[in-house]
């Protein structure tokens, strides 16, 4: 199973920015999907971004269009989300994911490693 994992994570003032990072152990033709979703304490695991590193398709959830911006390497099998005018309501942690295919998807069941999580702490 591939293994995924985030760092980046941390405090900052609400309108700050932050750069997580993620890296997957390996690599095959068909782990081309990377995703980041988050979790708030009492709430389910929500999307905020995919992307499929062969074409550079990128899909955003609504909440964290126009801030948010996903990027990745894909001889590397790093993906990078920079997180840009950040809100107390984007605290949580925030998982990085892998799968697979060439289409972009966003549900967790389209993901099939998941890193630790990193967590992301916005204060007003």
């Known amino acids: ?9 941390g405090l ?7 750069r997580l990072s993620c890296a997957a152990s390996e690599h095959t033709y068909n782990q081309n999907l990377m995703g980041w979703f988050r979790q708030a304490p009492g709430k389910e695991r929500e999307f905020v971004a995919a992307i499929t590193l062969s074409t550079g398709t990128t899909s955003y959830a609504d909440s964290v269009k126009g801030r948010f ?6 001889a590397r099998n ?10 107390p309501e984007d ?3 925030y ?3 892998a799968g697979r295919g ?8 389209d993901f099939d490693s998941w ?5 992301v702490t916005v204060s007003s």
């Open 1 to 9: 199973q591939v293994q995924v994992v985030e760092s980046g994570g």
């Open 12 to 18: 900052v003032q609400a309108g700050g920015s932050l």
């Open 69 to 74: 911006t996903i990027s990745g390497h894909h």
């Open 78 to 87: 790093t993906v990078f989300l920079q997180m840009n005018s950040l809100k």
């Open 91 to 93: 605290t949580a942690v």
């Open 95 to 97: 998982f990085c994911a």
């Open 102 to 109: 060439i289409v972009v998807r966003t549900r967790t069941v």
């Open 115 to 119: 890193g630790q999580g990193t967590q």
